[in-house]
């Protein structure tokens, strides 16, 4: 515990050393980390018109197609797959036994089995969060959060924060408690592959996520200043959702090696070496997670959320002068440099 006390007694002296951040800077919206096209109209702009009503569609016939994946027995249709109030569940061997919450969620309460966003091994995809690796206590405490209306997204339209506001609500002590218990039991093991590169294929966005364009669409285009993560494979993801089929983050040239900077030494004082809070391994350090070798838009994702004020929770806090004057770019290199950090002294990148 002494320990524990060290940590955020060092972290509180640098948050007054960092003084009174009456101007902060702040980084434009980078859509590409919330899965979207462009940035959220301004405080009280006009809501756009409402489209006009389709017409009624056809009912789809009931598709009974049993879909397999590679290295399980289990068989499931589609709508099994997708069923909120319990997912598909293609490899039971690779995590222990699910709470009913995770398994089930609250079907009277409308509440989503988590294994369904979050997948049963809590590895999550890039529009929600990775949350197995996570310490117990700062589950609980984004849950509560989420709760306690302290943490929202930037941006109005990502409908997934908004849904976990809902489900923190109807969900007991108990049932996050178990969640964070089974997650936090499972030790984090990245799953995303780091390609620093000039052009990344040509995407469409389905669920806040970005998906390689296929056939007569399929190209590449320059990256930009952005991330791109996307799946290793489109069809196994986004159809399937299996499990054991990570992504690739597309970051721009430099970008792993420009972030190595700031992450370790702070970038000449614009931040906080990520290693006082997040451990030399960024993979946590006490109640404080891990960073290293998950999603690069959840990280960036969350660094603009707190920069901006949507986050506001207790340890939300100690980060507010942290995150104060990244930029754009800050964003990428560190979320770039994190995702391709890997447990132990070796590192997940490559270059194309």
Request: with cysteine.
């Amino acid at each position: 515990m002494t320990k524990f006390v060290g940590i955020f007694t060092l972290v509180s002296a640098l948050v007054v050393g960092a003084g009174v951040l009456s101007a902060q800077q702040g980084a434009p919206f980078p859509s590409w980390a919330y899965g979207v096209m462009a940035p959220p109209p301004p405080p009280g702009a006009p809501a756009a018109a409402p489209a006009a009503p389709a017409a009624p569609a056809a009912l789809p016939a009931v598709d009974n197609t049993q879909h397999k994946l590679g290295g399980s027995t289990a068989s499931f249709t589609l709508a099994q797959i997708r069923d909120g109030y319990g997912p598909a569940d293609w490899f039971p061997g690779d995590h222990p036994t699910m709470p009913d919450i995770v398994a089930h969620g609250k079907r009277d309460q409308m509440v989503i089995a988590c294994s369904l966003c979050h997948m049963p091994n809590g590895k999550g995809r890039p529009e929600n969060a990775p949350v197995s690796g996570l310490p117990v206590a700062y589950f609980v405490q984004t849950m509560n959060d989420f709760k306690n209306d302290l943490r929202k997204s930037a941006d109005p339209r990502k409908a997934n924060t908004a849904r976990m506001i809902g489900f923190a609500k109807a969900m007991t002590d108990a049932e996050i408690k178990a969640a964070a218990e089974y997650f936090g039991s499972m030790r984090w093991t990245p799953w995303i592959r780091v390609v620093e590169t000039d052009t990344v294929p040509k995407t469409r966005i389905a669920g806040g996520m970005f998906l390689a364009l296929e056939g007569a669409q399929a190209g590449k285009e320059p990256i930009g200043q952005r991330i791109i993560e996307a799946p290793e494979k489109t069809e196994d993801t986004e159809m399937l959702r299996n499990p054991r089929s990570g992504f690739i983050a597309y970051v721009p040239p430099g970008s792993i090696k420009k972030g190595e900077a700031l992450v370790t030494s702070g970038g000449n004082g614009k931040t906080t070496a990520c290693a006082v809070c997040h451990g030399a391994d960024l993979m946590g350090l006490g109640p404080v997670p891990g960073i290293a070798g998950r999603s690069p838009s959840y990280l960036a994702r969350q660094l603009y959320d707190m920069q901006q004020g949507a986050r506001k929770g207790e340890w939300t806090q100690l980060m507010k002068p942290v995150v104060a004057k990244l930029t754009a770019d800050d964003l990428i290199n560190i979320a770039a440099y994190t995702a391709s950090r890997a447990p132990g002294p070796a590192s997940r990148q490559s270059a194309q």
